[in-house]
């Protein structure tokens, strides 16, 4: 079984927010990175570091910690943003990593 | 712009020897970690490990006896074997870049293995 737990599945009506959360022990210590991966493609980072958004990611995308939870907020979703998510950190060793089990995320 | 692409057989038979590469354009290579991930079909992403430029790995623990992986400075290139294959290893091989706290900036675009 996977360190890192998502909910499998969430929705959002267009233009709402929504957060994915991520939980696991080792997010206490580490923080996790998040990923859009939409069918057929590979997946795409969208966060990661305390709450950093690479180049091209909208900035409606951000990041929160708080204890053993990691959370992707979309704040006024679009279309477009449906797709799976994972998150992924370092495993509680430290040194290997783990990836969440996904959540699919439909926009209504 | 970093650029990873995965080369190598598509078809492998039971029991025998997966090997792939990724080749890595743009970029540095060194001071990364190159990692690979594997997606089975209709499900999630898996990783596999990781080479640091220097050579040192560290493998998910449940493949780590059957993982190797490599590495060629000079040629911006990186390897994975898994032995011993069965159908369970059927999946979408990536590569890709971590940049030392976890996160992969860069992805391959994947290539299909089937173990048949």
């Known amino acids: 079984s996977s360190e890192l737990t998502q909910d499998p599945a969430v929705s959002v009506a267009l233009g709402q927010t929504i957060s994915i959360t991520c939980q696991g022990d080792?997010?206490?210590?580490?923080?996790a990175s998040w990923y859009q991966q939409k069918p057929g493609q590979a997946p795409v980072l969208v966060i990661y570091?305390?709450?950093i958004r690479p180049s091209g990611i909208p900035d409606r995308f951000s990041g929160s910690n708080s204890g053993n939870t990691s959370s992707l907020t979309i704040t006024g979703a679009q279309a477009e943003d449906e797709a799976e998510y994972y998150c992924?950190?370092?495993?509680?060793?430290?040194?290997?990593?783990?990836f969440g089990g996904g959540t699919r995320l439909t926009v209504l | 712009q970093v650029q990873l692409q995965e080369s190598g057989p598509g078809l492998v038979k039971p029991s025998e020897t997966l090997s792939l590469t990724c080749t890595v354009s743009g970029g540095s290579f060194s001071s990364y970690y190159w990692s690979w991930i594997r997606q089975p079909p209709g499900k999630g992403l898996e990783w596999i490990g990781y080479i640091y430029f220097t050579g040192r790995t560290d493998y998910k623990p449940s493949l780590k006896s059957r993982v190797t992986m490599s590495v060629d400075t000079s040629k911006k290139k990186f390897s994975l074997t898994l032995s011993s294959v069965t159908a369970a290893d059927t999946a979408v091989y990536y590569c890709a870049r971590d940049i030392g706290d976890g996160s992969l900036d860069f992805w391959g675009q994947g290539t299909m293995v089937t173990v048949s």
């Open positions: 080792s997010l206490r210590s580490y923080y």
């Open positions: 992924f950190s370092r495993d509680s060793s430290g040194n290997s990593r783990v």
């Open positions: 570091g305390k709450n």
